[in-house]
Every structure is written in structure tokens, then in C-alpha cells.
């Protein structure tokens, strides 16, 4: 189960990992917990894989692994063995050598570079952010109508600290020639079938040099895990996780917006100002997907959880958005009629989550509906009805948990 390979330098996951079959179980799965989803058969089997602890299987190959809920009430910054993962092609990675791996810094530049890990390390300046990655289609299997796509509970979002070099020096160590557009970034999975397109990854040159763009080659103190991109990835602060490239390998500067299929047709949204269409519809016109929608949760009840009549209780949870800041969250125990603003808790940092508390006296016996509304300070709020897109993503309606107070 250990991914560490002590005989020599390279950090390998196993082979089954890559080349297995689906039906055939891996050694190192280990079977035993479930969990349920809060959507429609959402019961799902928890399995551990390397560096990680038992996780919602979304898919095997590649390994697709969503944060069971219950672990956000037990720390703001996940842990790296909690942390979600998403990858979109089985052509994955399984043995990486540190000592030979190469950042290449290619196209439009004057200096085109080939940055070892040591280097990166030793000869840029380095930065740390606690910033929020989260997957586009988080919540997705929320969506009514229901809509394609992984049926993701709230689970594929995580909170870490990040240690890297800002992109911005990295691009200026190469020098951008006149004429630089945008910035593309690939890493070393690769599509297994010849008709599917490598995943790359394109961001506007003004946002690739915000000093907020970095390539990160640790995550909460220690090496970013395999499964999250293992030697170095790509942190966007705010922009939902497809950005955010894994084992990442080669950056290019280009002359035009990249239009490679993981910009376009893939990860579009409605250009409109709600990013939403009427549900069953499909949008005219589209944007690439981009900023994080303001978000909260409640972390410490689930629709099973039980209160007490007449007895001071503690709600509590995370609040986060694309890095404007939470300005203040309300809480209500009634169905959205009365609202009541939450104590914020250590602010770590514009994109990091934010924790929230507050205390509540059930009223009366029966269901309450619990629900939390986060606001931000660029004046954006959770709206109180769904949004609806045909890709899922950007969930961000007012959630409502239903417990039972005796
Ligand atoms: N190389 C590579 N990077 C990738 C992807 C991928 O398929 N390949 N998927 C992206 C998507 S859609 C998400 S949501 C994040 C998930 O990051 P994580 O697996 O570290 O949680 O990785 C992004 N980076
Ligand atoms: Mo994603």
C-alpha cells in the first residue's frame, strides 16, 4: 500500500492502478466502509488507495475519488490522504523519477527553459497559499433535472496550503515574446485512445503573471500525493480545479486562445450573467468556466443527525468563494424564515476556506431545516433557488440539512 519505492528515488504507485481491469480488485482496496450521498442511490462503497484513505469511487481507472463528507467537520485544511481526485484519462502516470523529471517552458519565449525540481526549488523564490481546489461538476448529482456526468456528491473540493513558485517568475525567466496571448499547461497523463485529446489546459498571459498562478511542488508541508499530481501542479487560486494541471510537465506560451478540446467544447458555461439556461436546454453562447461560485456548507449534521428540544447546540462549517473573501455567513434553523449571522473563525487566507460557527436552540419537535448563506465582499450571495446547466457545474444553491429534533 505504501507508494514510496525506498530502493531507488522514483516515487511509484502500482501497476494495477494503470493497467488493471475494473472488475479485478486490487490488493491494496480495502472494501469494508459505505457511505450515502444525498442524492438518489447514492449508497457507494469506500476504498483505499495509495496515500489515501478509504474514499467514494466515482471510477477505478483512472482514479476518480470522492472526500467522504463527514471529514470537512474535522479540520479546515484537508488532508493530503483525504483530498479528492479527478483525472480524465486512464493514461495516467505511474512511476515518476524526481531526479530526471524536467518542467519544459516552450513556444513564444525568448528563452525557452527545462527546469529540473532542484532548480525549481533552489533558484526561484518561493510562495505559499492556502487556496481551495475544487471540481467543476462538485455537486453535480444534486442537479434536477438530474444532468451526465460523474454523479459527485459535495465532496470534490479540498483546502490545502501550497508551497511553490509563482508562474509569473517562472514566465519571466523564459521572457514572453510581443504578441503572447495565453499560457497552456499539459502534464504527463495521456489519453490511452488515439481519438481522444491530451488534457491541456489554457489561461489568458494577464492571469497566468497575477502573482497568484503557481506551480506548486509541495502540498500541507509535505510532497504533493500521486493521485494529486505528484512532482508539481498548477494552483489557480479561485478558478475551479480543471485548471489546476497534475504532474505537470510542459507550459507554452501561444499567440491566440488555446482551443484545444479541454477549453472547447469541454468546460464551457453560459455566457450569461446567471451561467445558467432553462433546465433541459442548452446554452447559445458559451465561456470557458472559470471563477468559483460562492459557497457553505454545514459540516457538523447530516439529514440523520438528531437535536434536542430546548437544548444549546452548536451548527458549524465552511464558507469559501474565488478569493474576494467571506464577508459574513447566516444561519437558519426554520426554513430560511429567521436568519442569524455566524461567528467567523481564523481567516487564512482570501482563497482558503473559512470556518464558520453558531449556536441554536431547537424550538420544536419534528424536521428543522437547516440552512447557511455565505456572502462575500464583492457583494455575491448563494442564491436561494438552484441554477441549472447542462454540464453541472457551479452548484451553489443555499443547502438545506434536514435533521430531527426530539
Ligand atoms: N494532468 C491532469 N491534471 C488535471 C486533470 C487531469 O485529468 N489531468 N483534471 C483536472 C480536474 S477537472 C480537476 S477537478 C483537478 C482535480 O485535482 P485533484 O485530483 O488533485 O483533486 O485536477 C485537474 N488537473
Ligand atoms: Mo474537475
New binding site residues.
Given amino acids: 500500500m505504501n507508494s514510496e519505492n525506498f530502493t531507488n528515488r522514483r516515487k511509484v504507485i502500482t501497476a494495477a492502478l494503470a493497467g488493471g481491469a475494473s472488475s479485478l480488485l486490487p490488493s491494496w482496496a480495502l472494501g469494508a466502509e459505505s457511505t450515502n450521498l444525498p442524492i438518489a442511490y447514492g449508497e457507494r462503497e469506500l476504498m483505499a488507495f495509495p496515500e489515501k484513505k478509504p474514499m467514494i469511487v466515482l471510477t477505478s481507472r483512472?482514479p476518480q475519488l470522492e472526500t467522504p463528507f463527514k471529514y470537512y467537520d474535522n479540520h479546515v485544511i484537508t488532508p493530503n490522504d483525504e483530498?479528492?481526485?479527478?483525472?480524465?484519462?486512464a493514461g495516467?502516470p505511474t512511476s515518476i523519477d524526481p531526479t530526471t523529471y524536467r518542467l519544459k517552458v516552450g513556444g513564444n519565449v525568448e528563452k525557452p527553459l527545462e527546469i529540473s525540481l532542484e532548480s525549481l526549488k533552489k533558484n526561484f523564490p518561493s510562495q505559499r497559499i492556502v487556496a481551495v481546489?475544487?471540481?467543476?461538476g462538485n455537486s453535480r448529482g444534486l442537479f434536477e433535472p438530474r444532468v451526465n456526468g460523474g454523479q459527485l456528491g459535495n465532496g470534490?473540493m479540498?483546502n490545502a496550503a501550497w508551497v511553490g513558485v509563482a508562474l509569473k517568475d517562472i514566465l519571466k525567466a523564459a521572457n514572453p515574446g510581443r504578441g503572447a496571448k495565453q499560457v497552456t499547461f499539459?502534464?504527463?497523463?495521456q489519453p490511452v485512445l488515439p481519438s481522444d485529446s491530451d488534457?491541456v489546459k489554457g489561461l489568458d498571459i494577464d492571469h497566468a503573471m497575477d502573482g497568484n498562478v503557481m506551480v506548486a511542488y509541495q502540498m500541507n508541508g509535505t510532497d504533493i500525493p500521486f493521485?494529486?499530481?505528484y512532482p508539481i501542479?498548477l494552483i489557480v487560486p479561485g478558478y475551479?480545479?480543471?485548471?489546476?494541471?497534475?504532474?505537470?510537465s510542459e507550459i507554452k506560451v501561444v499567440d491566440d486562445v488555446y482551443n484545444g478540446y479541454w477549453m472547447n467544447p469541454a468546460?464551457r458555461i453560459p455566457d450569461n450573467d446567471c451561467n445558467c439556461v432553462a433546465p433541459g436546454t442548452a446554452p447559445s453562447k458559451t465561456i470557458p468556466i472559470n471563477q468559483f461560485t460562492i459557497r457553505s456548507f454545514i459540516t457538523n449534521f447530516t439529514d440523520n443527525s438528531v437535536v434536542t428540544v430546548g437544548k444549546p447546540t452548536q451548527a458549524r462549517g465552511i464558507a469559501f468563494d474565488a478569493g474576494y473573501g467571506i464577508k459574513k455567513v447566516l444561519f437558519s434553523q426554520d426554513n430560511g424564515q429567521n436568519w442569524t449571522e455566524a461567528r467567523l473563525g481564523q481567516d487564512l487566507g482570501r482563497f482558503s476556506f473559512r470556518e464558520w460557527r453558531v449556536e441554536f436552540t431547537p424550538k420544536q419537535k419534528g424536521t428543522l431545516d437547516l440552512r447557511v448563506r455565505a456572502f462575500n465582499h464583492a457583494g455575491q450571495v448563494q442564491p436561494m433557488t438552484a441554477t441549472w446547466m447542462p454540464a453541472g457545474y457551479m452548484r451553489n444553491i443555499v443547502e438545506t440539512v434536514k435533521v430531527t429534533a426530539v
Avoid at 475551479?240 to 505537470?248: A, C, D, E, F, S
Fill in positions: 483512472p483530498f479528492f481526485v479527478r483525472y480524465h484519462m495516467i481546489n475544487q471540481c467543476s470534490a479540498g499539459d502534464g504527463l497523463d488534457f493521485l494529486n499530481g501542479k475551479y480545479g480543471t485548471y489546476w494541471v497534475k504532474h505537470l468546460y
